[in-house]
């Protein structure tokens, strides 16, 4: 059963029946008929045609398959069962039409695949019913299918991204390991300082690739463990100041934190580290030598607002419109030597929308970038029962 039948939401429907009434009655039955599936917001129509006899109905079978063969048992030069044979392998559910029901007429045919009988003479309506049982099925397999084969594709462009992300560290590492494993510059232990550096600093790169990659399939599943406690942003900000010190040091980047001297959210104070270090982290490394960087803390209408603005690269409209994908590291001849997961900010919006907030990007290629979003209180999970002794 071809997908191009799901996406048209029309299903193909083959009637076979020596009886020429009988076929004109279930066309005109079938005309217009449609079955709604609310679950999905969808409908399914139909297109009907229809055969006389069996090597009939076989030709029809190998010109198009149907994906619903509405067959007779009885045809006048084969049975229904000779024309299953014959059409085996089949991707199409058949409905058997008998004035012959027998315990060994079903068994036969459910198993050259018959998926429902009707026995004649049958009304309209059930008609109708039967055919609506059978496209309902026909739609939840071929969904099924799709879903899967989605599941699939997005497997491996996941696994090809980090084979990809992976493999250029671990090249260098193994590179380092070989020329001083061949002592490449002498004897001197301190000639391969430089070699373990680049090495510590690949090592760390994949280390945080990998945590990422824990933080969002948590994430995303709803199995992290959350600790929801009163945080000082100021004072989480104030660490996280510290801690990307050192990079803006070495830029010269100067980094300033405007905010009030305390400002309590109750929140988990990991993801709070992982909100201002993600923003002010960025707005170092993507900033000119030289550059300025401002982390703004207020309490607006209720909410935290976060301000984080850079006055670095910039994105062009193009590179905004991807920004927050997963394994998207912009690159450009500003951005080639910046290492980073091309993952943080993918997290970064999972871990707002926790907190009710979204995140906004204001930026212009060459002049700079601001990010700003807003934090409610998360609500404090209920203790659990003690248990009775």
Not at 40 to 64: I, N, P
Not at 136 to 151: D, F, T, V
Not at 202 to 226: H, P, Q
Request: glycine letters at 6%.
């Amino acid at each position: 059963m071809p997908d191009d039948d799901l996406r048209a939401h029309k299903l193909d429907i083959l009637i076979v029946d020596d009886e020429a009434g009988m076929r004109s009655g279930a066309e005109r039955s079938l005309e217009g008929f449609s079955v709604p599936l609310p679950d999905f917001g969808e409908t399914v129509t139909f297109a009907v045609r229809s055969a006389a006899t069996g090597e009939e109905a076989l030709a029809a079978l190998r010109e198009k398959p149907p994906a619903i063969l509405l067959l007779d048992y009885k045809l006048p030069d084969m049975t229904g069962i000779d024309v299953l044979e014959a059409s085996h392998p089949h991707d199409f559910l058949t409905i058997m039409i008998t004035a012959f029901a027998s315990l060994e007429v079903a068994v036969t045919a459910t198993k050259r695949g018959a998926f429902d009988f009707l026995a004649k003479p049958f009304t309209p309506e059930e008609l109708r019913a039967t055919v609506a049982k059978a496209a309902r099925s026909i739609y939840l397999q071929r969904k099924a299918r799709r879903l899967e084969e989605e599941k699939k594709q997005v497997r491996f462009e996941f696994i090809s991204v980090l084979a990809h992300e992976l493999k250029s560290p671990l090249a260098a590492v193994e590179g380092y390991m070989h020329l001083m494993q061949e002592r490449l510059k002498g004897p001197e232990l301190d000639s391969y300082d430089s070699m373990v550096e680049r090495s510590v600093v690949r090592i760390a790169g994949m280390r945080k690739l990998v945590m990422d990659l824990l933080d969002l399939t948590r994430l995303e599943s709803g199995k992290k463990k959350r600790a929801i406690e009163t945080v000082d942003l100021v004072k989480a900000a104030g660490l996280v100041l510290e801690a990307v010190a050192p990079l803006a040091a070495e830029k010269g980047v100067a980094v300033e934190l405007k905010a009030p001297p305390e400002l309590l959210l109750t929140a988990d104070p990991g993801e709070m580290d992982m909100i201002l270090s993600n923003l002010l982290t960025n707005a170092v490394k993507y900033n000119r030598q030289g550059g300025r960087a401002v982390l703004e803390l207020a309490r607006e209408n209720g909410r935290v607002a976060v301000r984080c603005s850079d006055t670095g690269i910039g994105m062009t409209e193009a590179e905004l419109a991807k920004l927050f994908g997963e394994f998207v590291r912009l690159k450009n001849e500003h951005t080639r030597n910046i290492d980073g997961s091309g993952l943080g900010l993918s997290i970064l919006k999972k871990v707002v929308k926790l907190y009710g907030g979204a995140v906004q990007v204001r930026s212009t290629y060459g002049e700079g970038s601001s990010f700003e979003l807003t934090l409610k209180d998360a609500a404090v999970p209920a203790p659990e029962p003690a248990l009775k002794a």
